[in-house]
């Protein structure tokens, strides 16, 4: 079992973050906030795809104003993404769950100092949001764009923030690349107890994004290192709810759908295999009780498989084997072989809800 370094619990909206509570999953729109039909369409998007908490940009003060319309139309948490004026974070402050603000842009302190005196009337809570590329100058002038550079910041917003007695706050300390961020978020760590909200940021399209986020918030999350977390890719907002669920389920950290077991292709495959797997992630995708479940192309690798799969499936030549906690229950033509299997799952799904 991961031990989860004992973090304080805030809350966004109604969704916990930090100690006790489960890894959140976010996500960002990308529609101009302004557009308020437009972003509550995607905001609801998010809540199917299971998105727990979603960010919203808020560029200008048109995008501001259009945040209590979106809140009174949507049920997630939302935080509002600040950068450079800080008057819009008072105004989004009336409406929202979270207030992010990135200290390399944000100004003076006396600006700090009325966010954080809005945030307190309503008790929402703030995220550091300390970005590589965007550092103060004080700490690039001094680190350059390094882990070291970005402990610095964070530490000193934090500290900034805890004089003026705001503890509501949850960090992230974001680079493009997985050593800067794996290195920061592991060096903070050790200096305070406020939830992290892990990231790559600007991580590239699907593919990209899937290994470096993989990389970075897999290791940090088996350190125990971790509280909320966003995939950033450049593509379609429900595969960033995906990854980060999939990231978070082959980590060991939640429990919930199916953990799919399958052979590489390989020349000892007796049947179409990639088709058959492709079927079973299409219609099981509804399940969320966890199950192992096992789809094999042979008879070789699958017995040893099955023995720790809830319900498995062997190909062999012309027929093949359904599998149930290690035990053959059924052999089957080939044709017959996939229906049978996902009888099975379900019929294991409904066992184990009673």
Known sequence: MIKRYPTKKIFVGNVAIGGDAPI?????????????????????????AGADIVRVAVPDMEAALALKSIKEQTSLPLVADIHFNYKLALIAAESVD???LNPGNIGSKDRVKEVVKACQNR??????GVNCGSLEKEFENKY??????????????????????????KVSLKASDVQ????SYRNLRPMNNYPFHLGVTEAGTLFHSTIKSSIALGSLLLDGIGDTMRISITGELEKEIEVGRAILKDAGLTKEGLNI?????CGRIEADLVSAVAEVEARTKHIRTPLNVSVMGCVVNALGEAKSADVAIAYGKGSGLIIKKGETIAKLPTEELLERFLEEV????ANQKE
């Open 24 to 48: 959140s999953v976010q996500s960002m729109t990308y529609t101009k906030t302004s557009d308020i039909q437009a972003t509550v369409e995607q905001i609801k998007l998010l809540h199917f």
């Open 98 to 100: 979270c207030i992010r």
């Open 123 to 128: 008790n929402l809570p703030i995220r550091i």
């Open 144 to 169: 350059g764009q390094t882990p070291e550079g970005m402990v610095a910041s964070a530490d000193y917003n934090i500290k900034f923030l805890e004089d003026l007695g705001f503890t509501d706050i």
């Open 180 to 183: 800067r961020t794996v290195q």
């Open 261 to 265: 077991i399958s052979c590489p292709t």
């Open 346 to 349: 379900e019929k294991e799904v």
